[in-house]
């Protein structure tokens, strides 16, 4: 192999991990799986880097069968030696005097430490979580004993009215789930038309972390019902490094089927029954099709967004599987994070205007090209003509 051909490889090999370290964990992740990389054990973003440059490396010269066959064996023992080399770092720290290696392997030292130490801090954080979902649960359990009805709540005498005997057979606070979910902008925008029956049966919202912080478990828990035999219905997520400042790593999704009571209860799928009369040899025979059709509904969120076989998969699809992934565990997050510690709030709707505040204050300290709104009180001069 020439040395223009080695410089070219180099190149290639540093053009991969430049385009791989601008994607996120998730991109990565799915353009891996498309190209049939194995990722057991990948917790850093960097093993996902290093793994994507050298399956790019791989596919580049299995696109070049013709020259690979013309390959002799010293030039194929270069190549094979290349993608080693790519799978690792394609390193141009080996040019580097002796001297300043000896003191990267020290500075190595150090960061082996530290990472000592990140280790004990997320085992101390998963601790200390732990510890507060458990100050937490006394106050939860009282909503909840609140909201069904288990605990009346004395009204003073300044704020009875004469409506006061109509409201008597009124236990706890009606919907209460239904209308703190209806007030979450990505939730809301999920439900249907047939979901809100169902969704009136919705007696409480519970979130499970996971021990050492590796991910969480949402479960909703129903009365019984006409639609469904489930009374409690699950979604698990594993997040090895869910309590880390860096981006969430999901490695698993789980979710539940739901047991419908029948079809015609079911809020997910509609059927339509079609009478089709027959062709050919079948002429003048009438057939009952029946046709299955996914309508909007919040309970797709228990139906996790499916791989495809890897053999099948594109780079489209691998970037629309992502926006689903990516949807689904912000619609959980939101759900654990917000939701259920400040259920209150949304369902009076004071954490929607909260949110529409904060969403509004970050438009107005943005950075406007060609303009200059830094959240100060200067004026744009340009904006001062009339």
């Known amino acids: 192999m020439s040395e223009e051909a080695t410089i070219d490889k180099d190149a290639m090999v540093e ?9 996120k964990i998730s991109e990565l992740k799915l353009k891996l799986m498309a190209m049939g990389t194995l990722m057991t054990g990948f917790c850093e973003k960097e093993e996902f880097i290093q793994a994507y440059a050298a399956a790019q490396m791989e596919k580049v010269m299995q696109d070049d ?8 064996d010293n030039e194929e023992e270069e190549l094979n030696a ?34 000592r130490i ?14 507060y979902q458990g ?19 004395a009204m003073d005498a300044a704020d009875k009215d004469d409506d006061e005997e109509d409201d008597e057979d009124m236990v706890g606070v009606p919907h209460f789930w239904l209308g703190a979910l209806s007030n979450m902008g990505p939730m809301a925008e999920t439900m249907g038309e047939g979901d809100i029956e169902l969704l009136e049966q919705l007696q409480n919202i519970e979130c499970d972390d996971h021990a050492e912080g590796t991910g969480f478990t949402l479960k909703f828990t129903f009365a019984p019902n006409e639609y469904m035999t489930n009374t409690v219905l699950t979604k698990q997520y594993e997040v090895p490094n869910l309590l880390s400042a860096d981006e969430p790593i999901l490695k698993s999704v789980k979710g ?11 809020v997910t799928y509609t059927i339509t029954t079609k009478q089709q009369r027959g062709k050919g040899k079948n002429a003048g025979q009438i ?44 619609q959980a997050t939101s759900i654990r994070s917000q939701l259920i510690p400040k259920a209150v709030l949304w369902y009076t709707g004071e954490a929607m205007d909260q949110e529409m505040q904060k969403a509004l204050k970050d438009m107005q300290n943005m950075q406007w090209p060609g303009g200059k709104n830094d959240g100060s009180d200067e004026a744009n001069p340009e904006c001062n003509q009339q």
């Open 65 to 72: 069968d013709d020259d690979m066959d013309d390959m002799d």
């Open 15 to 23: 053009e991969f991990l430049v385009e791989a370290r601008a994607m």
């Open 118 to 131: 990140v280790e004990e801090y997320r085992k101390e954080r998963a601790q200390l979580e732990q510890k």
């Open 135 to 153: 100050l937490y649960q006394p106050l939860y359990d009282k909503r909840q004993q609140v909201v069904h009805g288990d605990m009346d709540v």
């Open 256 to 266: 539940c089927e739901i047991e419908w009571k029948s079809p015609e209860k079911c």
């Open 82 to 115: 290349a993608l080693a080399a790519a799978a690792v770092s394609g390193d141009p720290m080996d040019d580097l005097p002796p001297a300043v290696m000896a003191r990267i392997a020290k500075l190595k030292e150090f960061e082996a430490e530290r990472t």
């Open 287 to 330: 057939r009952t099709v029946q046709k299955k059709e996914k309508v909007d509904s919040f309970f797709h969120f228990f139906t996790p967004p499916k791989m495809p076989s890897l053999e099948d998969m594109d780079e489209e699809q691998a970037q629309m599987l992502e926006m689903a992934f990516n949807q689904d565990y912000e």
